[in-house]
């Protein structure tokens, strides 16, 4: 009986102690599943965070693409308000120790005040700040709301506040305003959330400054343009008091201002003196635009076959300069002489090629151009010595001045030209001007037979230099690479900037073997270079990694072009940054690049690697 008892309490021990080992079993694998679930969540919450941004960021750029009369800052806005649910809100950048209201919808910017940086101290005890590339983030309290309202002029009555402060390398970025369904109080809880759509708010922010300045210019040009019409009227109703036919200037007029190019402008304004005036020669000199003495022959109309100089120098300090900008009609040869107390080599010039008027073509205060005249054809009476009637002198001076209203309209429109192809951070040719001209050099390329090179780099790690010594390093960046490059290619290559930190080099009659040595040599220049810097104690050093494809060598597209050397450029960056990589077919045999060349070039070209 005794023995049955034994048996009975050791099967009941040996239960008991596998129930225990069961459930320690199951415990445990309740704390793995727990991991393995916060994990997941996780990583889901990442992912929709960073899909959240991206949303964002391509819903920016598409609003942008749609809305091309809008400030890119104001598509931004209202962008931000429609994905976060957000009423009224203003965002504040900093700016000299400021915070400046830059951003905003439902509240007129310029109605508001400025907030200083140490005026946040009653809010947080200390501003923060932040030297990594993360940044730092802080909410602050509702209670605080009343106080920067009535600091910054913001209305009181914004109903559910949030206030959110955000710190990022050496730039803090205010946000205040209505976060009706607390979306974005959620989102900013979210350290990718705020180290990716904070920085990019601040750097739309701020380069909306240069864009205001460069719609500002333009309208300063267009007011200029207006006036310059106005001033075309006055003349006109004056020249119908003239002894010539009113209705020759107004058709001069008519063909001058409906030009807009300055070498046809010179020899339309040379054919119609020769047809006014019936004079034997007429040659019309341009200002050269690097320097300003020197004036070089544009066109010659008539008896070309006389000593005519193809270049002058009229120096400001000169008499001869004086007596041009004070006199009102033009100057007769060899009547001048005795006015001039010292000889003057336009003069002498224009007395040996048998020139007997010269008149300016003034812009502003600057002569910006000479037009000389030989004597008539055929003279007022047979043996006069009188070539020309003081209406003939008035109506040559009538005319050089329509001619310098419609050279003054021809720079104003060469200066918005130019402002519409250049990229206002480096001066150099913006991606619109790139890909035009990249067609009109492919096209040159396919019709003469012959090679281009399209060459594509960028700065190693911008973006971790931008958050290390803040945005205003970085556009010093920018601007110094572009005067290096500029100085290291030749004089018919042309730079562009392709966007943010890319550029492009557009290398006509450039083959393999030489590409690959400019951008080998272009690369070490770089490397070596010591950049000076009012921001960076010491100076800087950078490096780049470039790519290029050659035409038609590997393509004869346009597109699929810019795509090879892109390619090439980024192979470069996968084998470690600063390196130069010339296109050939075999990279697109590479899994980190085959799917997206797959969908975009099926023209393989007909590249030689040799």
């Known amino acids: 009986m005794s023995v049955l008892i034994a048996l009975l309490i050791a099967s009941c021990l040996l239960a008991v102690a596998t129930i225990v080992i069961i459930l320690t079993k199951l415990r445990n694998y309740h704390g793995r599943a727990r991991e393995v679930t916060t994990n997941l969540y996780r990583i889901n919450s990442e ?90 983030g802080a909410t602050i309290a509702r209670d605080h709301f009343t106080a920067i309202a009535r600091t910054t002029s913001l209305p009181g009555d914004f109903s559910n506040a949030f206030m959110y402060w955000f710190a990022f390398g050496i730039n803090r970025i205010l ?58 009227g006055e003349l006109a109703r004056k020249l ?28 339309t304004f040379a054919e119609s ?23 070089k022959k544009a066109i010659a109309v008539g008896d070309t076959q006389r000593s005519i100089p193809r270049e002058l120098t009229l120096a400001p300090e000169s008499q001869l300069h004086g007596l041009l900008l004070g006199k009102h009609q033009p100057l007769t040869f060899p009547v001048i002489n005795p006015a001039l107390t010292e000889s003057d080599p336009v003069v002498e010039a224009a007395i040996a090629g048998g020139l007997t008027l010269v008149e300016k073509l003034q812009v502003g205060t600057e002569i910006r151009g ?6 008539k054809t055929q003279p007022k009476q047979p043996g006069s010595r009188e070539q020309f009637s003081d209406a003939d002198l008035e109506a040559f001076s009538t005319l050089a001045n329509i001619a310098s209203l419609a050279l003054a309209n021809v720079h104003h429109y060469m200066l ?77 290559d042309v730079v562009s900037r392709y966007g943010g930190e890319e550029f492009c080099v557009i290398m006509p009659d450039t083959g393999y073997a030489n590409c690959l040595i400019f951008i080998e040599r272009l690369r070490r220049k770089i490397e070596d270079h010591r950049f000076s810097s009012e921001y960076v104690e010491g100076g800087y050093q950078i490096t780049i990694s470039i790519g290029a494809a050659i035409y038609p060598n590997d393509t004869v ?21 600063n390196r130069s990589v010339m296109f050939n077919s075999s990279l697109l045999q590479d899994d980190r690049f085959r799917q997206s060349s797959q969908a975009q070039l099926t023209d393989p070209g007909t590249h030689d690697d040799t």
């Open 47 to 136: 992912f929709a965070v960073k899909r959240d941004v991206f949303d964002l960021q391509r819903n920016i750029f598409q609003a942008l693409a749609r809305n091309l009369r809008k400030s890119p800052v104001l598509v931004a806005a209202e962008e931000f308000q429609r994905q976060y649910h957000l009423g009224r809100f203003v965002v504040f950048c900093e700016e000299r120790n400021f915070l400046v209201p830059l951003m905003g919808v439902g509240v007129k910017l310029k109605t508001l005040g400025l907030l200083r940086i140490d005026q946040m101290k009653q809010y947080f005890g200390e501003v923060p700040g932040s030297e990594s590339n993360d940044g730092l």
């Open 175 to 232: 946000f205040v305003g209505e976060d009706t369904q607390s979306e974005l109080a959620r989102r900013c809880g979210m350290s990718d959330f705020n180290s990716a759509v904070w920085p990019m708010l601040y750097d739309i922010c701020r380069s909306n400054s240069g864009y205001k300045r460069q719609q500002e210019r333009i309208k300063e040009l267009h007011e200029e343009l207006r006036r310059t019409g106005g001033e075309i």
């Open 240 to 267: 119908r008091h003239r002894a010539v036919d009113p209705h020759s200037f107004y058709e001069i007029s008519n063909r001058l201002f409906t030009i807009y190019d300055q070498q046809r402008l010179a020899e």
């Open 273 to 295: 003196v020769m047809e006014l005036l019936q004079a034997a020669l007429v040659t019309v000199y341009m200002q050269d635009p690097e320097n300003k003495q020197l004036f």
């Open 370 to 375: 000479l037009v000389f005249v030989a004597q």
């Open 416 to 492: 918005i030209e130019r402002m519409s192809y250049t990229d206002s951070m480096t001066e150099l040719y913006n991606y619109r001007y790139f890909y035009k001209r990249l067609n009109e050099e492919i096209f040159r390329a396919k019709r003469y037979n012959r090679l281009l090179a399209l060459v594509i780099f960028d700065i190693d790690n911008f973006k971790a230099f931008n958050d290390t010594y803040g945005h205003l390093a970085g556009n010093e960046i920018l601007r110094n690479l572009a005067i290096l490059v500029t100085e290291s290619v030749r004089v018919n």
């Open 557 to 577: 597209m346009t597109d699929r072009l810019i795509y090879s050397a892109d390619i090439a450029l980024l192979k470069a960056k996968a084998d470690g940054r």
